[in-house]
C-alpha cells in the first residue's frame, strides 16, 4: 500500500515555541519523493519542500527544517520559533515511482498559533 | 499566466444538474492534475494530464466525471448528473514535466450540490 499518515490532527502552541508535525509514509517503492505543503486559511495550497528517497541530509529553510528518516519512513517538520502566521494546515505526501505521476496526501495537521 | 487559476470560485448547483469546472495552469506547465478535498481531508488524486492526454484517470469516481485538454492548456472538469456527495473543493495543480516536481495549486472551486 502507498500512504502517508500524519497522525497529529490539530496543534496548538503559543508563539514562539517550537513544533514538530509528524509524516509518516508507506511505500514498496525505492525511488519517491516525499513532500510538505502549506494550506492558510486563504485556501490555496503552497509547495514548500521536496525530498527525494536517495538523500536523507536534513534541510533547514529560515525557521523551518526538515528531518528525513528512511529507517522509520518519517518525513517531520519543524517550525522554531513559531508566529501566528504559521497557522496553517500542513500536508505531507508522498510520490511513488510507481504511482505514475500523482501525489497521495495525508489528511493534513492543523496548527493554530496564538499570540 | 502567472499561477494556476481556476474558475468559478464557487459554484452551487442543484442536484441532477450538469456542471464544467476550469483550470488555467501555469503557462509552460505540460502537467495538469485534478485532486478533490473533502472537509478535513487531504487532496485525493482524480486525473493527470500530460499535454492533451490523460495519461492516468485512475481517480475519477465514475463514468459521471470526466475532464478534457484539448489543446494541452486549459482543462475543464465536466460532471454530469451531480449528486450531493459531490459536494467539495476541486483543486487543479500543474507541474513542469516529470517525476517528483512539486505542484503549483490553484485556489479551487468550491462545489456544492443542493
Known amino acids: 500500500a502507498q500512504k502517508v499518515t500524519q497522525a497529529q490532527t490539530e496543534i496548538s502552541v503559543v508563539e514562539k515555541e517550537d513544533v514538530t508535525l509528524d509524516c509518516v509514509y508507506e511505500t514498496r517503492d525505492t525511488t519517491y519523493y516525499l513532500f510538505w505543503y502549506k494550506q492558510p486559511p486563504s485556501g490555496e495550497l503552497v509547495f514548500l519542500i521536496r525530498r527525494n528517497s536517495f538523500d536523507e541530509q536534513n534541510e533547514i529553510s529560515g525557521r523551518y527544517s526538515w528531518n528525513f528518516q528512511k529507517s522509520t519512513s518519517s518525513f517531520n517538520f519543524t517550525i522554531t520559533a513559531s508566529q501566528v502566521v504559521d497557522s496553517a494546515v500542513y500536508f505531507c505526501a508522498l510520490s511513488p515511482d510507481t504511482g505514475g505521476f500523482k501525489t497521495i496526501f495525508g489528511a493534513g495537521t492543523r496548527l493554530f498559533v496564538k499570540a | 499566466g502567472a499561477g494556476v487559476s481556476q474558475t468559478p470560485s464557487n459554484k452551487v448547483t442543484e442536484k441532477g444538474k450538469y456542471v464544467e469546472l476550469r483550470c488555467d495552469p501555469i503557462?509552460?506547465?505540460?502537467?495538469l492534475y485534478w485532486y478533490r478535498q473533502s472537509l478535513g481531508q487531504g487532496p485525493e488524486f482524480l486525473i493527470y494530464f500530460q499535454g492533451t492526454g490523460a495519461a492516468d484517470d485512475s481517480g475519477l469516481p465514475n463514468d459521471r466525471f470526466f475532464a478534457v485538454r484539448p489543446e494541452g492548456s486549459v482543462s475543464t472538469l465536466k460532471i454530469q448528473r451531480t449528486e450531493r456527495g459531490d459536494s467539495a473543493v476541486y483543486l487543479c495543480?500543474?507541474?513542469?514535466?516529470?517525476f517528483g516536481y512539486g505542484y503549483t495549486f490553484g485556489s479551487g472551486t468550491r462545489l456544492t450540490v443542493v
Open positions: 503557462s509552460g506547465h505540460t502537467a
Open positions: 495543480a500543474s507541474s513542469k514535466t516529470g
